[in-house]
Every structure is written in structure tokens, then in C-alpha cells.
């Protein structure tokens, strides 16, 4: 207890209202080892941070439900990237006679046996500059993911191949037999569950929230809104409208 929180008060010293890691960010057993019970609240701290530098690994055993403490991180750059070695037949590194592949990449999440991971909250992120980007969950809870071709967007990295650079494994059986999918109202996947953590909206969207159109039960709340066909938005009426009724426009 008392290393966790000597550990965890050097941590924050170091982090706090940080905006720009300049390295990489290696999160795994270890890290929870050194801060016990603290680690999660440890790791809010970083919840100011919008780029790294280098590359992000997260390696989790049963730590999180989400990573939430990365809600406002917008860019990895991967000027450094996290390498891995892995089978061209689907083995282990360590396997007779598997032909290594290696592997390079700037965000890496491996949940593989973890029961506690359910998404990972990335919803600001928009920029992996170089490198791959690797979700392994076959054994997991974790359901709530983008689709390869939304990640493929946010990616920089010269002749792209959406195959062997965005590898993402996990177990649809299990999420679609308890029901740990993407809201019906996403296109592209989604960071987690509802309608407030879509890639993007299939339809319309209203303060952050996906819908499928703009009345006032589909939205939650008793006003006046009207769809703003351009840009996919519900936008509200005049305020002299009557609440709960509709518009064609702001006027």
C-alpha cells in the first residue's frame, strides 16, 4: 500500500494537466503490480492528455472495464512503435516451425484473457500517423470495437493494407450471444456501447448522441427540433415553437 501510493504521487507529479507525451506509453502487469488498488485512479490522470509521441501499449489482465483515462487523446504519432512477433498460420511467436511475422505498431491493445475489458473509449481519437494498429480479444469481453475500414481513416501510413496493418481479433460469438454490439443507430463500429460512442451515425446525430430521427421521444427530451439534411444533424426550431413540435427550419 505504501509503495502504491509513493508510486502513485511520482506519477502524478509527472503527468498532471499533461497535453503531450513525448514517448511511449507501455501500460501492463507491471504497472499494476507497482500501484496496486491505485492503478486505475493513477491512470486518470492522464485524462488531460491529446497526443503521444511515440507508440500506445496496453496490455490488460482483468484492470479495467474501459479506457476511459485516455478520453481526450487525439493523436499518436508513432515515431516509435511497439514490435511483436506473431505466426503468418494464426500460432504463437514460440511455435515449431511458424514462420515469424513481425509486427510494428503504434497502438496495441491485448486483452486476450481478459474478463473485465468491455471497450476501450477511444472516441477522440483521430490520427495514427505510422505504424499498425493490433486489438487481440479472442478470449475476452471486449465487443465494443471499430471496424477495420473506420480505423483505416484515422491512419496515415503510406500504401496502407487494410489486411495485414489494422489486425483486429475478438469473439463476435460471445458478444452477439450477450448482446455486447454496436447500437443499430452506428455505421463503422463504435469506441463503446450506445449510441454515444458510434464511429459515426448511420442517420442523424443530436449533441453527441446517434438517432434515427428528430422527434422529441427519439431524442429523449420534450422540444422542438429539425433535420438539417447537409449535415446529418437534428438542429433545435425557433424557441417560439411549441415544445414536442416540428419545424423545417430554424426560422
Known sequence: ERKGRKCWKAFRR???????????IDIDDKFSGKFGDRAAYALDILNTVEEITGYLSIQTTNMFENFSFFRNLKRIRGLSLKTSWTCENGGSGGDQGCNRVQLNAALTVQASADLTLESLLLNDLSLVEQGMIIIFANKSRLCYLPE???????????????????????NKTYCQLHEMMCHDTCIGGCWGPGPSNCVQCSRLSFEGHCVASCTSAMVGQDISLYEDVENKVCKHCNPECAA????????
Open 148 to 170: 477495420k475500414e473506420a480505423l483505416a481513416k484515422i491512419m496515415k501510413k503510406p500504401e496502407l493494407d487494410l489486411q495485414t496493418d489494422i489486425v483486429i481479433t475478438y
Open 244 to 251: 414536442g413540435s416540428s419545424c423545417s427550419g430554424p426560422e
Open 14 to 24: 509527472k503527468y498532471e494537466n499533461c497535453t503531450i507525451i513525448e514517448g511511449d
